[in-house]
């Protein structure tokens, strides 16, 4: 499974974005996949996640103003941000899971992990 970024930029507080990732490789219809970020000096957080199922989960720092979407006919995943703050500064990479996810928030959930796009935000 190979996975593909893009859609970051440098953008000013409030502003919006979409992050796009194409899932291309040995997947079905039926896979989860999401997105984490990373922040300089921190770890890698969880922000959202659509799985096999058709639940939707979101981080609580985010929520409300980030939407993730699949295109299962372009087998493509978004990330909709909206008003983004200064703090959303980050690299944010796709993941994407074939299997079983027993916990949906820790980076070793995921087997396949996109190269990342940065986000930076300026207040």
């Known amino acids: 499974v190979q996975l593909q970024a893009s859609g970051g930029g440098l953008v000013q507080a409030g502003d919006s974005l979409r992050l796009s990732c194409a899932v291309s490789?040995?997947?079905?219809?039926?896979?989860?996949a999401g997105w984490f970020r990373q922040a300089p000096g921190k770890e890698r957080e969880f922000v959202a996640a659509?799985?096999?199922?058709?639940?939707?989960i979101v981080a609580d720092s985010v929520k409300g103003r980030f939407t993730i979407s699949t295109d299962n006919t372009k087998n493509t995943v978004h990330l909709q941000m909206n008003n983004l703050k200064p703090d959303d500064t980050a690299v944010y990479y796709c993941?994407?899971?074939?299997?079983?996810?027993?916990?949906?928030?820790?980076?070793?959930?995921?087997?396949?992990w996109g190269q990342g796009t940065q986000v930076t935000v300026s207040s």
């Open positions: 490789g040995r997947t079905s219809s039926r896979y989860s």
């Open positions: 993941v994407a899971e074939t299997g079983y996810i027993s916990s949906y928030y820790p980076p070793r959930s995921y087997r396949y």
């Open positions: 659509k799985f096999r199922s058709t639940n939707n």
